[in-house]
């Protein structure tokens, strides 16, 4: 289809390039483009070549078409959060030529109600966060709850998936905490006895380890019975062995980096994925948002319970790479040096870092 759009020398045709708000469509559909879509590939680099330069020049005396270009050029839609995105247009569409006022006052009403919700929700797991005082008696933790709701936000800003952005919210700050020990704070012996309490799934076992180890298995505890009594409650299933098994996956994971680092052992790439897509912790995301959702079935379930599905698999992994190509240097400078795979490729292949980022994109 996009062929139609080029001539024989790979440039737009004259209708096309005449067309500005064409361009604009077309740059913008060129970011949905996979991998070997060389026809995309070849309309992203031209439209953002020609917007581009339709933004230097004199022609461009449409201050609204300007600052949708420059808005695009810095961004696309395919990579923005949908919600977040909503009061720009908001205010794009209001200084419009052919605007429709019902239309327009009808967005301000749902992204107002929105917003309410949002600030209750805000003000409910701020209230959870405070009474954890994890934050206070751990001082080593990032402390990220606002970003951690807004990440949510972005993955589900419905009004109807309240209880998954408060359940998603709060297993996020308890994955950074738990992150952080393994990762900055604990010793290699209290890894090892973190890990066990974790496997063995009692609070019991807690009572050998360190108070602020003891505080956060604690606040974890609690945290995935409360929402398997919730989903039982609502639905008569019995959740609770799927969420132990996410974060029994997510620690043994983490304890493999620790002995790796303390060893001084680089493992191979293949090594580093293989354990590095539990260690991501997207599966325990993923298994929280599957168990909590409302057409959750006792079928489902069984077949959630025989192993993970390759999609979240999947999907995991594109979470690993993506969260080491983005913060392997943050997390070096901030003491986290368990190795990623930045690292695991540099030392396997005998390259530069930014050899190792190209080569991996």
């Known amino acids: 289809m996009f062929r139609n759009f080029f001539d024989e020398n790979g440039d737009c045709k004259p209708k096309i390039s005449l067309n500005i708000n064409g361009m604009l469509s077309l740059y913008e559909a060129s970011y949905f483009a996979k991998e070997g879509e060389e026809m995309l590939e070849m309309a992203r680099h031209y439209t953002t070549k020609h917007l581009t330069k339709y933004l230097e020049s004199c022609e461009n005396n449409d201050p609204r078409m300007k600052e949708h270009i420059s808005h695009a050029l810095d961004l696309p839609l395919n990579w923005r959060m949908e919600r977040l ?7 794009q569409y209001k200084i419009g ?49 606002v970003e951690n709701y807004l990440s949510c936000v972005g993955g589900a800003f419905e009004p109807e998936h309240y209880n998954y952005r408060i359940a998603q919210t709060q297993v996020n700050c308890l994955l950074t905490t738990v992150d952080d020990i393994y990762d900055v704070y604990g010793s290699l012996n209290e890894l090892e006895a973190f890990t066990k309490a974790i496997e063995q799934w009692d609070i019991a076992a807690t009572e050998v380890l360190p108070e602020y180890m003891q505080l956060c298995l604690s606040a974890l505890f609690n945290n995935v019975e409360n929402h398997s009594n919730s989903v039982f409650e609502r639905k008569g299933l019995n959740v609770s062995p799927i969420l132990r098994r996410a974060w029994k996956d997510f620690c043994t994971a983490s304890l493999v980096e620790a002995r790796r680092y303390h060893e001084g052992y680089v493992p191979t790439l293949e090594e580093y994925l293989d354990n590095g897509w539990f260690s991501v912790a997207a599966h325990v995301i993923i298994s929280y948002a599957y168990c909590i959702n409302d057409d959750v079935t006792e079928k489902n379930l069984e077949q959630f319970s025989s192993g993970y599905p390759d999609i979240v698999r999947y999907s995991s992994l594109i979470c690993r790479l993506y969260n080491d190509l983005a913060t392997s240097n943050d997390e070096l400078k901030r003491g986290d040096t368990k190795g990623s795979m930045i690292q695991c490729y540099m030392h396997q292949k005998k390259v530069t870092e930014s050899v190792a980022r190209q080569e991996r994109i």
């Open 97 to 145: 030529e052919q605007i429709r006022h019902a239309l327009w006052e009808l967005a301000v009403l749902d992204f107002n109600l929105n917003q309410n919700l949002y600030k209750e929700e805000l003000k409910q797991v701020s209230r959870w966060w405070t009474c954890l005082r994890l934050h206070e008696n751990l001082p080593f933790i990032r402390d990220r709850l």
């Open 85 to 91: 995105h909503t009061r720009w247009f908001i205010d």
